[in-house]
């Protein structure tokens, strides 16, 4: 009997996996949405909030909400012994703000890009998933479905009561990304199509 050669074997290995990924998967369930999401449900994120490192304003560029968030979060970061403060105030409408971290800051904050200039950021909580809901499979397509991915805001460091310009990030309430799962070259697939809604009942808003 003549044995099969290495390329025969491997003509053979491809024929394999293409029928493998050529053959039509069961459709869609929750279970199965929940099962491709895995181990991401149940995985804590670090959530990070920035400041300027810079905080300015001008009669040309006035003094918004924003800025006056940032100053405070600089004047706790500095009671805080992270950083140190200097300031500048050219005429009565104008003022320059300028932090500089301190030895006892450098290991806590980080430093980041930003539209606003160099940003110091530290990491205030963690983003907690708390399971899927609503799953929908598409009506014809079996194998096409979506779900809200639940998740909140949890684990509160000691930074988070000092950075005032973190926006929209209340602990322990709930949010929503809105998933999206297909099959797609012999594997199962997802993407975020919105990344984050409110998810708590209109009476508890």
Not at 183 to 189: A, I, L, P, R, S
Request: charged share 25%; hydrophobic share 40%; aromatic share 10%.
């Amino acid at each position: 009997m003549r044995s099969m050669t290495s390329q025969g074997i491997a003509t053979v290995a491809a024929a394999a996996l293409l029928a493998f990924a050529c053959a039509k998967p069961e459709p869609l369930t929750a279970a199965k949405a929940q099962e491709i999401i895995g181990d991401r449900s149940v995985q804590r994120e670090p959530v990070y909030a920035e400041v300027p490192q810079k905080v300015w304003w001008t009669p040309q560029s006035p003094k918004d909400d924003y800025d006056e968030k940032a100053l405070r979060t600089l004047h706790n970061l500095e009671r805080a012994g992270l950083v140190v403060v200097g300031e500048a105030h050219p005429d009565e409408q104008s003022a320059t703000y300028i932090a500089k971290v301190t030895a006892k800051g450098f290991p806590i904050l980080g430093t980041a890009p930003s539209l606003r200039g160099p940003v110091y950021r530290g990491k205030i909580c963690e983003k907690v998933y708390d399971g899927l809901r609503d799953f929908v499979r598409h009506p014809t397509e079996p194998t096409v479905g979506s779900a809200e991915l639940i998740w909140h805001y949890d684990h509160a460091t000691w930074l988070y009561p000092l950075f005032e310009t973190k926006i929209d990030k209340p602990l322990r309430h709930p949010f929503a990304s809105q998933i999206a799962f297909h099959w797609e070259k012999g594997d199962w697939k997802f993407s975020v199509m919105v990344k984050k809604t409110d998810a708590a009942p209109a009476r508890a808003r």
